[in-house]
């Protein structure tokens, strides 16, 4: 019988993708929710609504300015992050894979920050004022979404160039599915989760060229050749580290550390500064060896 490691480790997509602490911390706890929700026969969207109230309910507590009060927002936070794993985990284990599953699952971590922010804009809004408002409205508009988007593209794109998995949906084809539904009908909540996840696509693909170019060129020819997936790998795993720094677990360390020592000002302003500056590079060496490549495939 396999242990539960092994278990653990056949529901992920990829190994490339994930490290140590996402493996011990993060994805075997969601295992164990997953069999637990397979067993209650409950649907992964119900997970994924279930997380997105509990990460929520988290924000009431990082307004508060007494530790014990912050400790207990810290579980909630990590309860949530479980139930989004084992989401997944379900829906890969069930076969209940959906697209509204895969847009509520990124909506989910949304609004948990989304609360977040605004109780840390609350809590400082006595001494700062109005500024706090604009801190976490600059950190969480400007620069929290964007890195986690940029982050979770490069992961589904290497997924998709080592063959794990295919979730790599392009704006406009999302945005013809989403014209091709009416407003006022009974798919128009349909239409508006389509209007938003065609927005946020597009917004993976502007800052990323270089890697849309070689998407073409694959789509193109329909095939990956096997010497194109090694090189892909071998230029973009050594990246996946510092797209998992720029998505969740560490991202939520500085959060709690920032609870901790009681200068919450700290989270938004390192996502400003160093989480920005980590963005950028990122984006610019992967840009780099998808030029190179496209270049090389065109000669």
Same mark, same amino acid.
């Given at each position: 019988?396999?242990?539960?490691?092994?278990?653990?480790?056949?529901?992920?997509?990829? #190994?490339?993708?994930?490290?140590?602490?996402?493996?011990?911390?993060?994805?075997?706890?969601?295992?164990?929710?997953? &069999?637990?929700?397979?067993?209650?026969?409950? #649907?992964?969207?119900?997970?994924? +609504?279930?997380?997105?109230?509990?990460?929520?309910?988290?924000?009431?507590?990082?307004?508060?300015?007494?530790?014990?009060?912050?400790? +207990?927002?810290?579980?909630?936070?990590?309860?949530?992050?479980?139930?989004?794993?084992?989401?997944?985990?379900?829906?890969?284990?069930?076969?209940?894979?959906?697209?509204?599953?895969?847009?509520?699952?990124?909506?989910?971590?949304?609004?948990?920050?989304?609360?977040?922010?605004?109780?840390?804009?609350?809590?400082?809004?006595?001494?700062?004022?109005?500024?706090?408002?604009?801190?976490?409205?600059?950190?969480?508009?400007?620069?929290?979404?964007?890195?986690?988007?940029?982050?979770?593209?490069? =992961?589904?794109?290497?997924?998709?160039?080592?063959?794990?998995?295919?979730?790599?949906?392009?704006?406009?084809?999302?945005?013809?599915?989403?014209?091709?539904?009416?407003?006022?009908?009974?798919?128009?909540?349909?239409?508006?989760? &389509?209007?938003?996840?065609?927005?946020?696509?597009?917004?993976?693909?502007?800052?990323?060229?270089?890697?849309?170019?070689?998407?073409?060129? +694959?789509?193109?020819?329909?095939?990956?050749?096997?010497?194109?997936?090694? =090189?892909?790998?071998?230029?973009?795993?050594?990246?996946?580290?510092?797209?998992?720094?720029?998505?969740?677990?560490?991202?939520?360390? +500085?959060?709690?550390?920032?609870?901790?020592?009681?200068?919450?000002?700290?989270?938004?302003?390192?996502?400003?500064?160093?989480?920005?500056?980590?963005?950028?590079?990122?984006?610019?060496?992967?840009?780099?060896?998808?030029?190179?490549?496209?270049?090389?495939?065109?000669?």
């Amino acid at each position: 019988m396999p242990t539960l490691k092994q278990q653990v480790l056949a529901t992920m997509k990829s #190994h490339d993708t994930e490290g140590p602490f996402e493996l011990y911390v993060t994805r075997t706890p969601g295992y164990l929710w997953a &069999l637990l929700f397979r067993k209650m026969q409950v #649907h992964p969207i119900a997970v994924t +609504v279930v997380s997105m109230i509990i990460g929520c309910a988290s924000g009431y507590f990082f307004y508060r300015s007494e530790l014990s009060y912050n400790l +207990v927002g810290m579980a909630l936070l990590i309860w949530a992050n479980w139930y989004d794993c084992a989401d997944g985990q379900l829906a890969r284990m069930t076969g209940k894979k959906t697209q509204l599953g895969r847009i509520l699952d990124g909506v989910a971590g949304d609004a948990w920050f989304f609360c977040i922010y605004s109780g840390i804009a609350m809590r400082l809004l006595p001494e700062w004022g109005l500024w706090s408002w604009a801190l976490v409205i600059v950190a969480g508009v400007f620069f929290h979404a964007r890195q986690c988007s940029l982050a979770d593209y490069y =992961r589904n794109a290497h997924l998709y160039f080592i063959g794990a998995a295919n979730e790599l949906e392009r704006s406009a084809d999302i945005e013809a599915q989403c014209k091709a539904l009416r407003w006022w009908s009974r798919n128009c909540l349909q239409k508006l989760f &389509l209007f938003s996840y065609a927005s946020y696509t597009r917004g993976q693909e502007n800052p990323t060229p270089q890697l849309q170019a070689l998407l073409n060129n +694959v789509r193109a020819k329909g095939t990956i050749p096997e010497e194109l997936r090694t =090189r892909y790998r071998s230029f973009s795993k050594p990246l996946m580290p510092l797209c998992q720094i720029l998505t969740f677990d560490a991202r939520v360390g +500085v959060l709690f550390l920032s609870m901790i020592v009681g200068l919450p000002w700290l989270y938004p302003a390192l996502e400003i500064t160093a989480f920005e500056a980590l963005r950028i590079y990122v984006n610019h060496r992967h840009e780099k060896h998808c030029r190179s490549i496209v270049k090389s495939l065109t000669l």
